[in-house]
């Protein structure tokens, strides 16, 4: 048996460590365990509520918008104003955490990713009419190569041709991506943290500067996606076909709706459009709805007291670093006792079996042209490949929402600071299922909790040994060089991790 | 063609959230891949060389990379994030290490310590109240040690990308910044040499009596707790994006983001300071 930690997990977001136990060329078993904690629900504790929306925002500075939507749907909801966010204001929320996800997706694909299969000594020699990666072949001949390299040494396949192809996109999506941030910037004053997303609506009305200047780069990103970015990742995964049948982790996958366009009342279960929530099991066709008092948090393998079990309304995270038989700081969040897969790969599959037309389609395409099966989204390519459909379908939906905006007319309702509440904020990220629960007492918070996708993704065992889902995912892989475990690698890198988010 | 003199550069991470290096990377002229693959100013350039949001190498082999380039010495530590020092460092580790014992063995050897953002300037949100983390700054955390390399502080939560690259740029020209060239807060005069309030597009309103009474009304939004009159910042003159907008103008009150004390001393956001607290906030300012 040969145990092997990986610290720190590069190209991903923040601090976490992969302890593995190898024996016959296979991962016996896995450990994941983020190795920062901040301790942000207590910072949140006794300040004004309002001030959730900037400071839960911190919590990660690649999905901020995702805290922000979270955060106000929860204090709307505390405030008892959440069937009163004007229609400019909703759409605007949506606009900048589409926006969002568009950076974020672009983000993980080229930068964080795509080194995983793209060896940069694979473009020597290789004459390129584009100049930003003329520039970069020249770099790479005459420096030591840094940052890119050096990697793993593994089995980087995908030749000169598709290297090129990705290389060149790796520079370019650097551009795409601000644009994005453009497009936040443009309602939400700048960004990473924006400053539009706002209880009661986002600060700042459309008009037709705002809108002109969004909806051209939103043209140019919509033109990336389907020409580059999606081919892209179809480009890759015909080389790495094999990944479709690794890491595929455990068999329940959980979303909660986003880009709510009505009352918010049941909308972490159905929306009119945008993407919708619930339960799946694989093996099952039938999409449940939520039950939202199923999910707790277990923390028999975490650094808290035991104050931090039990449902999000109730526990408290109080750190206790030295507790014996804990590894991580990350919570083990699960519903109805079982860990589950939360991410594009399972918002994908979730809508595809609820029939939203529009990811169906889009999925439809993509699955036809690799010849897959959606079961095989929760693998280490069909996560690349369902994050790039849904990014594509959420760029047609908001050329939709940029549509409705109506200038002149209210994007923020007025409120009255109330003395106590509760409130829930349940939004679709980036990485998957987002909440907020927040109560209220004497004008001030009273108790924040958070769960974020990537507690339950990058979650350790719970109290009944269960591994969490990127710890499955890894158990069983073939491991070709257990000094160079690149296959481990690429399996934690389609989870997307944020280790910022999971431990706040 | 005359050599190019390389900077090399350490970026390490401690208590943040990588929106730093999110809005570095938003960095318009010159852009990311100016500054990974070009000269920065003529004649020299950056090396970077360890950054674990963006570099090839992965655990062990990422660290192998780090105590080559320090045992080389001279090179441009760039941290992101506060220092956890409670529990003996244990709320931060990096391949096993306590990460305020990564900073002290990494600094002792940097050129210079150049802070990006407000947790590593001052603390920032991991150290407001009740701060159970025992979070501090970096520059903290290096007297604490005796540790006398020489830092630069680059506050913003998360700085404008143009405020860190002429931080980075000024140091590669100029060498360690000198005394007059720095505030009392430990940042570039040049970058954070002035008010938001006294550049701010709506001081107009200020001077006319037009105030906002509630968010999203026109006007100075100084009533509805905007803490730009006690704020140094390029906001109002740079802006956001390549200057597509910025926080007033997005009808948000400035919430003093690159101060020290951010956020206990700024919040509540939405609250207008008392003029005992208004006063406070002056003499800091001096």
Known sequence: MKRISIDPVTRIEGHLKIELSIEGGKIQSARSSGTLFRGLEATLSGRDPR??????????????AAHAVASALALDDAFQIKKEIPKNGRLIRNLILGSNFIHSDLLHFYHLSSLDYLNPGDLAGLKSADPDLQDLETYLGTSDGAPFVPEYSGDYRLGGEVSVDIARDYLAALEIRKKAHQMVAIFGGKMPH??????????????????????????????????????????????????????????????????YQDDFSKSHQKTEKGILGGALSLGSEEVEELQLEKITEKVTHSWYTEAGNGHPTKSKSQPDPDKEEAYSWVKAPRYYERPHEVGPAARMLINFRRGNELVRKELKVALNKTGLSVKQLPSVMGRHMARA???????????????????????????????????????????????HWLRVKDGRIENYQLVVPTTWNASPRDGKGTPGPIEEALIGTRVEEPDSPIEAARIVRSFDPCMACAVH | ????????????????????AISLMNSPYPKLKNLLLDELVPGKSIGLKFMATLMGGTGELALEVLERTRSKKGYILVVDGAVPVGAGGKFCTVGDEPFSDQVSRLAKDAAIVVNIGTCSSYGGIPAGRPNITDCISVGDHLNSQDISTPTLNVPGCPPEPSWFVDSLAQVIIYGVPHGKELDDAGRLKEVYGGLVHNNCPRRGDFSTGNFARSLGDSGCLVEVGCKGPYTNSECPNRGWLEGLNWPIRNNHPCIGCTEPGFPDLMTPFYEKFGMEEAEDMYRRLK
């Open chain 1, 389 to 435: 459909v849904e990014c594509l379908s959420i760029v047609k939906m908001m050329e939709e929402w940029i549509n409705e905006l109506r200038p002149g007319e209210p994007s923020l309702t007025q409120y009255e600071l109330p003395k106590s509440g509760s409130g829930l904020g349940l939004t679709s990220a980036p990485r998957g299922a987002l909440g």
């Open chain 1, 51 to 64: 001030d959730a929306g900037r400071i839960t925002q911190r919590v990660c500075g690649v999905c901020p």
């Open chain 2, 1 to 20: 063609m005359p050599e190019t003199e390389v900077s090399p550069v350490i970026w390490i991470q401690g208590a943040g959230c990588t929106g730093c």
């Open chain 1, 194 to 259: 924006n400053m539009g997303t706002v209880a009661g609506g986002v600060t700042k009305p459309p008009d037709i500067d705002s809108i002109t200047k969004f909806r051209s780069r939103l043209e140019e990103i919509k033109e990336f996606v389907e020409q580059r970015y999606l081919p892209g990742v179809l480009e890759i995964a015909d080389v790495y076909g094999d990944y479709f049948e690794i890491g595929q982790g455990v068999p329940d996958f959980l979303a909660y709706g986003g880009f």
